[in-house]
């Protein structure tokens, strides 16, 4: 058993991540990685993130001397899997990262200078086997090539290969890709061939962090078989190797990719296979580590629980099982990118490659398998055979080596029986078509692993030349020696360059336009076209090529969107060479005709009069900064004239509303007014009523009243007793009073703070609940006056009293609510005169007296004491009255000038604070 060796590599900065100022968070040291989180401070705790692997490989600054190359990857991972593989292990390679990582480049790599795993791989493959010139040793190479988009299947390397391939399970081989092509290779100019080949077949697309964002899984598989004779038993032996070269699909976000459409669909189907194998390596980690625990009931069954293994939930884990924690040695690159902008991405991939790690895969040599397997697959085909015939079912091999069977018996109990196999993907079958159906597919493989060297070389020629035949239909032009497929320059024929943003796939694809008419479309086009092209705005017949007398016109059909040199046609055209044609959104061709000159780049620069001379070759980005530039004139223009309608409808729309609060503002000001009037009118006839003495009343003078009290009362003397009745009982109600209080003396409280904040004084009114206890008692001068009508005495348990806030003293008093009316008539008296003191003696007399001797009925409330209690309270009183001023007050030399202001009260030295029973004892 080994583990998975895992290894990290960190690219360069990219265009993209330079443009926004990126800045590197990596750091490697041997084979510890470590991420900074950019978020946090540098001295927080969890700022950095450490992780050991088998390799980290420093490929972040080329001029530096810790750099890793291609070379160092290669021969810490890529040779010890293929000596695993000379060995009869199966081997596996995958990488694995976000968009844009650099997993392609690691594995394909770019150019021949710059090869990656994969073909480094398979030229030491061949070097191995030409250095080994033992007679005894013979070897044979297969390869296969497919990619997996969308969760379907595709064949790289067959053109014939319509639709999807099928992937199966055998109980024996496990899953396997069923009509895959496997093409024999005799030397590393075969494989290097064929890879080019897939490479331009394999769906690539731009996204915003990878303009040319691979969108599909490709597996590479090398089927290594060994053959080695031994002279003493006369038996040869055979190992077959299977190596897996795996180039994921970056995982992506939908909003840093800014997918969409085709390309959010594909990035949802890659996340989710993404997702599976993350679930699968989890899982085998989980199971890995929890191997070797005791035998604990508890142990037992969370092992238990976690030996299902989602493989079958993506193609993808499905058929990499035997590769995550089977019959295989693996090894896992995971390229990250070494932005903070990437940071979320690449700390994901590290903790992707930190559960890898953990997994145990148990490699065996594969030796003689074949000869088992097919013997069991003969015994397996006789066994059908013989169930079929029992049954009266004769089988024989049909065209092309369809197995068919014809019926003996028509009331066959095997034939009524129904099959409800969900998985069957005709609908309901019947078990003797299930047999049969089983039955090819072993003699299938039977054929397949019997079949001769010399077979499987016929047939990949065929494949070739079949292949050769596809792309000639396609206009696509081949060497004649057939080998490379790629450009070629004609002598005569004018022609089509396919150009690409990736430089590897630029003008590798020639289309021919013959003399006469060439038709351009899509395949579903009611007349065969001779170029079919598939992508979004492309009609199906979309337009026509037109070779006459060497004089090529491009002829669009009206609903058709061509472009000549960033110009939009829709009338003929003549063609120069040089010219760039985009067809339809995502088409770009260049086109050459041999037999006119070829004209300086420059001059029909100047024709179109747009871009600078020198801007570079008329590549794809050329071909596309024209389109852009074209185009974003009338752009302009029509930006500007939206712009304008803009502008006009808002300032239509702000001079609607604008008129619209206008109207509204001058309908709430006029009844806020109207409001204001019917309060002051309120405000003045309660102040003069509240004012006037009982003496007054008896006056009758003209005082205004407020409409709402000028109805007459008619009452009966019945209803007067009901009244009275129901007033007696309504004044014992305690809430029912404090809120008469409350409601009745606010508007004199906000009169009270609204003048001393005019005259500037430092003195605040509030309302405030006092309420009566043994130990703390109500003040004579708080108590509510007493009305002598009444047979027995009442004292509240709670009052409303106004809390006086002196601030220029820093005291606190209480005013009865009497006590705040009559210290408010003197206040709009001082307010009214405009002065702080008093003008006259008199006024001053006024003050002393309304304080010193109140009016007769505020004594009255001493008539029901005792004479001696009545002596002892104004005694008390006078000592209240006549106490010193606190010498602690900062203006107690100010309160003794004559003027006395109604804003503040004298205070004594000394005041009570409640009351206490203290034994006599204590007083000795």
Same mark, same amino acid.
């Given at each position: 058993?080994?583990?998975?060796?895992?290894?990290?590599?960190?690219?360069?900065?990219?265009?993209?991540?330079?443009?926004?100022?990126?800045?590197?968070?990596?750091?490697?040291?041997?084979?510890?990685?470590?991420?900074?989180?950019?978020?946090?401070?540098?001295?927080?705790?969890?700022?950095?993130?450490?992780?050991?692997?088998? %390799?980290?490989?420093? #490929?972040?600054?080329?001029?530096?001397?810790?750099?890793?190359?291609?070379?160092?990857?290669?021969?810490?991972?890529?040779?010890?899997?293929?000596?695993?593989?000379?060995?009869?292990?199966?081997?596996?390679?995958?990488?694995?990262?976000?968009?844009?990582?650099?997993?392609?480049?690691?594995?394909?790599?770019?150019?021949? /200078?710059?090869?990656?795993?994969?073909?480094?791989?398979?030229?030491?493959?061949?070097?191995?086997?030409?250095?080994?010139?033992?007679?005894?040793?013979?070897?044979?190479?297969?390869?296969?090539?497919?990619?997996?988009?969308?969760?379907?299947?595709?064949?790289?390397?067959?053109?014939?290969?319509?639709?999807?391939?099928?992937?199966?399970?055998?109980?024996?081989?496990?899953?396997?890709?069923?009509?895959?092509?496997?093409?024999?290779?005799?030397?590393?100019?075969?494989?290097?061939?064929?890879?080019?080949?897939?490479?331009?077949?394999?769906?690539?697309?731009?996204?915003?962090?990878?303009?040319?964002?691979?969108?599909?899984?490709?597996?590479?598989?090398?089927?290594?078989?060994?053959?080695?004779?031994?002279?003493? #038993?006369?038996?040869?032996?055979?190992?077959?190797?299977?190596?897996?070269?795996?180039?994921?699909?970056?995982?992506?976000?939908?909003?840093?990719?800014?997918?969409?459409?085709?390309?959010?669909?594909?990035?949802?189907?890659?996340?989710?296979?993404?997702?599976?194998?993350?679930?699968?390596?989890?899982? =085998?980690?989980?199971?890995?580590?929890?191997?070797?625990?005791?035998?604990?009931?508890?142990?037992?069954?969370?092992?238990?629980?976690?030996?299902?293994?989602?493989?079958?939930?993506?193609?993808?884990?499905?058929?990499?099982?035997?590769?995550?924690?089977?019959?295989?040695?693996?090894?896992?690159?995971?390229?990250?990118?070494?932005?903070?902008?990437?940071?979320?991405?690449?700390?994901?991939?590290?903790?992707?490659?930190?559960?890898?790690?953990?997994?145990?895969?148990?490699?065996?040599?594969?030796?003689?398998?074949?000869?088992?397997?097919?013997?069991?697959?003969?015994?397996?085909?006789?066994?059908?055979?013989?169930?079929?015939?029992?049954?009266?079912?004769?089988?024989?091999?049909?065209?092309?080596?369809?197995?068919?069977?014809?019926?003996?018996?028509?009331?066959?109990?095997?034939?009524?029986?129904?099959?409800?196999?969900? /998985?069957?993907?005709?609908?309901?079958?019947?078990?003797?078509?299930?047999?049969?159906?089983?039955?090819?597919?072993?003699?299938?493989?039977?054929?397949?692993?019997?079949?001769?060297?010399?077979?499987?070389?016929?047939?990949?020629?065929?494949?070739?030349?079949?292949?050769?035949?596809?792309?000639?239909?396609? $206009?696509?032009?081949?060497?004649? *020696?057939?080998?490379?497929?790629?450009?070629?320059?004609?002598?005569?024929?004018?022609?089509?360059?396919?150009?690409?943003?990736?430089?590897?796939?630029?003008?590798? =694809?020639?289309?021919?336009?013959?003399?006469?008419?060439?038709?351009?479309?899509?395949?579903?086009?009611?007349?065969?076209?001779?170029?079919?092209?598939?992508?979004?705005?492309?009609?199906?017949?979309?337009?026509?090529?037109?070779?006459?007398?060497?004089?090529?016109?491009?002829?669009?059909?009206?609903?058709?969107?061509? %472009?000549?040199?960033?110009?939009?046609?829709?009338?003929?055209?003549?063609?120069?060479? $040089?010219?760039?044609?985009?067809?339809?959104?995502?088409?770009?061709?260049?086109?050459?005709?041999?037999?006119?000159?070829?004209?300086?780049?420059?001059?029909?620069?100047?024709?179109?009069?747009?871009?600078?001379?020198?801007?570079?070759?008329?590549?794809?980005?050329?071909?596309? #900064?024209?389109?852009?530039?074209?185009?974003?004139?009338?752009?302009?223009?029509?930006?500007?004239?939206?712009?304008?309608?803009?502008?006009?409808?808002?300032?239509?729309?702000?001079?609607?509303?604008?008129?619209?609060?206008?109207?509204?503002?001058?309908?709430?000001?006029?009844?806020?007014?109207?409001?204001?009037?019917?309060?002051?009118?309120?405000?003045?006839?309660?102040?003069?009523?509240?004012?006037?003495?009982?003496?007054?009343?008896?006056?009758?003078?003209?005082?205004?009243?407020?409409?709402?009290?000028?109805?007459?009362?008619?009452?009966?003397?019945?209803?007067?007793?009901?009244?009275?009745?129901?007033?007696?009982?309504?004044?014992?109600?305690?809430?029912?009073?404090?809120?008469?209080?409350?409601?009745?003396?606010?508007?004199?409280?906000?009169?009270?703070?609204?003048?001393?904040?005019?005259?500037?004084?430092?003195?605040?009114?509030?309302?405030?609940?006092?309420? #009566?206890?043994?130990?703390?008692?109500?003040?004579?001068?708080?108590?509510?006056?007493?009305?002598?009508?009444?047979?027995?005495?009442?004292?509240?348990?709670?009052?409303?009293?106004?809390?006086?806030?002196?601030?220029?003293?820093?005291?606190?008093?209480?005013?009865?609510?009497?006590?705040?009316?009559?210290?408010?008539?003197?206040?709009?008296?001082?307010?009214?005169?405009?002065?702080?003191?008093?003008?006259?003696?008199?006024?001053?007399?006024? =003050?002393?007296?309304?304080?010193?001797?109140?009016?007769?009925?505020?004594?009255?409330?001493?008539?029901?004491?005792?004479?001696?209690?009545?002596?002892?309270?104004?005694?008390?009183?006078?000592?209240?009255? *006549?106490?010193?001023?606190?010498?602690?007050?900062?203006?107690?030399?100010?309160?003794?000038?004559?003027?006395?202001?109604?804003?503040?009260?004298?205070?004594?030295?000394?005041?009570?604070?409640?009351?206490?029973?203290? %034994?006599?004892?204590?007083?000795?």
């Amino acid at each position: 058993m080994s583990s998975v060796k895992v290894a990290v590599r960190v690219r360069p900065f990219n265009s993209r991540e330079m443009s926004r100022n990126a800045e590197c968070i990596i750091e490697m040291e041997g084979a510890t990685t470590r991420i900074t989180n950019p978020k946090m401070p540098a001295s927080a705790k969890d700022a950095i993130k450490s992780f050991n692997f088998d %390799y980290s490989y420093w #490929s972040h600054d080329p001029s530096g001397s810790l750099f890793h190359g291609q070379d160092v990857v290669y021969q810490d991972l890529g040779e010890e899997m293929l000596q695993h593989a000379f060995q009869g292990y199966n081997v596996c390679i995958f990488a694995y990262g976000q968009t844009g990582a650099g997993k392609s480049y690691t594995m394909m790599g770019k150019g021949e /200078k710059d090869e990656g795993i994969i073909p480094r791989l398979c030229k030491d493959l061949f070097v191995k086997i030409n250095e080994d010139n033992s007679p005894e040793s013979q070897y044979s190479v297969e390869v296969s090539y497919m990619e997996i988009y969308c969760e379907r299947v595709r064949d790289l390397l067959n053109p014939n290969a319509k639709g999807n391939l099928r992937v199966r399970e055998h109980p024996l081989l496990g899953p396997y890709v069923e009509d895959l092509s496997k093409l024999a290779v005799t030397s590393y100019a075969d494989i290097h061939d064929l890879m080019d080949e897939g490479n331009k077949a394999r769906t690539v697309a731009a996204t915003n962090m990878n303009e040319s964002s691979s969108r599909s899984h490709a597996v590479f598989t090398i089927i290594f078989t060994q053959h080695k004779h031994d002279a003493d #038993s006369g038996l040869t032996a055979e190992k077959v190797s299977k190596i897996s070269l795996v180039d994921l699909a970056g995982s992506e976000r939908a909003e840093s990719t800014g997918a969409k459409g085709t390309r959010l669909k594909e990035g949802a189907n890659i996340n989710k296979s993404l997702t599976t194998l993350g679930k699968v390596i989890s899982a =085998l980690a989980e199971q890995s580590g929890g191997g070797g625990g005791g035998g604990g009931g508890g142990t037992n069954k969370k092992k238990k629980k976690g030996e299902f293994i989602p493989y079958r939930d993506s193609v993808l884990t499905w058929l990499l099982r035997e590769n995550l924690g089977g019959n295989s040695k693996t090894a896992m690159v995971a390229a990250i990118s070494p932005a903070d902008i990437n940071y979320d991405e690449t700390l994901s991939t590290l903790r992707y490659a930190d559960r890898a790690k953990q997994i145990v895969c148990k490699a065996i040599v594969n030796e003689d398998s074949n000869a088992k397997l097919i013997r069991e697959l003969k015994e397996e085909i006789s066994r059908l055979r013989n169930l079929l015939k029992a049954e009266g079912i004769e089988v024989e091999e049909g065209p092309g080596g369809k197995v068919t069977y014809v019926r003996e018996r028509a009331a066959s109990e095997l034939g009524r029986q129904i099959s409800t196999d969900p /998985k069957s993907p005709g609908g309901p079958l019947t078990i003797a078509e299930e047999a049969v159906d089983q039955l090819q597919e072993n003699e299938k493989l039977v054929a397949e692993f019997t079949e001769t060297w010399e077979n499987k070389l016929r047939r990949a020629e065929s494949i070739r030349q079949q292949r050769e035949a596809v792309f000639a239909e396609m $206009g696509v032009a081949i060497k004649e *020696d057939g080998e490379t497929v790629g450009f070629f320059q004609p002598k005569k024929t004018p022609h089509l360059v396919n150009l690409n943003p990736d430089s590897s796939l630029s003008e590798c =694809l020639l289309y021919y336009l013959k003399v006469g008419l060439t038709r351009i479309g899509s395949p579903g086009a009611n007349i065969p076209q001779d170029i079919q092209l598939v992508g979004s705005h492309i009609i199906n017949e979309h337009c026509v090529f037109q070779n006459s007398d060497g004089i090529v016109t491009l002829k669009p059909s009206p609903d058709a969107l061509c %472009y000549v040199n960033g110009r939009k046609v829709t009338c003929d055209v003549t063609l120069k060479t $040089g010219s760039r044609v985009i067809l339809g959104k995502n088409h770009v061709f260049r086109f050459h005709h041999p037999e006119q000159p070829r004209e300086r780049l420059d001059d029909s620069i100047k024709d179109e009069g747009k871009l600078s001379p020198g801007s570079g070759p008329a590549d794809w980005e050329y071909a596309h #900064s024209e389109l852009l530039e074209r185009e974003g004139v009338d752009l302009k223009l029509e930006m500007e004239q939206k712009m304008r309608e803009m502008e006009e409808q808002w300032r239509r729309e702000k001079e609607e509303a604008s008129q619209a609060f206008q109207q509204e503002r001058k309908k709430y000001e006029d009844q806020i007014e109207s409001l204001q009037k019917q309060v002051m009118e309120q405000s003045m006839t309660m102040s003069m009523i509240s004012s006037m003495t009982p003496d007054e009343f008896n006056q009758e003078e003209d005082l205004y009243v407020n409409p709402i009290f000028e109805a007459e009362c008619n009452w009966t003397e019945r209803e007067y007793e009901l009244a009275s009745w129901a007033f007696s009982k309504w004044r014992i109600h305690q809430f029912t009073s404090l809120r008469d209080d409350l409601w009745g003396n606010a508007v004199f409280l906000k009169e009270a703070n609204a003048i001393s904040v005019e005259l500037k004084k430092r003195v605040s009114f509030q309302f405030s609940l006092l309420s #009566s206890t043994l130990y703390s008692s109500f003040p004579p001068d708080l108590l509510p006056i007493r009305d002598p009508d009444e047979e027995e005495e009442r004292v509240p348990r709670t009052v409303v009293v106004v809390e006086v806030q002196d601030n220029k003293n820093n005291a606190s008093h209480f005013w009865s609510l009497e006590k705040l009316r009559q210290r408010l008539e003197l206040m709009r008296h001082i307010y009214n005169g405009g002065g702080e003191g008093f003008d006259s003696p008199g006024e001053e007399t006024l =003050l002393c007296t309304m304080e010193q001797n109140p009016p007769p009925r505020c004594s009255q409330r001493w008539v029901h004491l005792s004479p001696n209690m009545q002596r002892l309270e104004l005694m008390r009183e006078m000592y209240q009255n *006549d106490a010193e001023i606190s010498p602690s007050s900062p203006d107690s030399a100010q309160d003794k000038q004559p003027g006395i202001d109604p804003f503040y009260d004298r205070f004594p030295w000394f005041r009570r604070v409640g009351k206490a029973v203290v %034994y006599l004892s204590n007083l000795m």
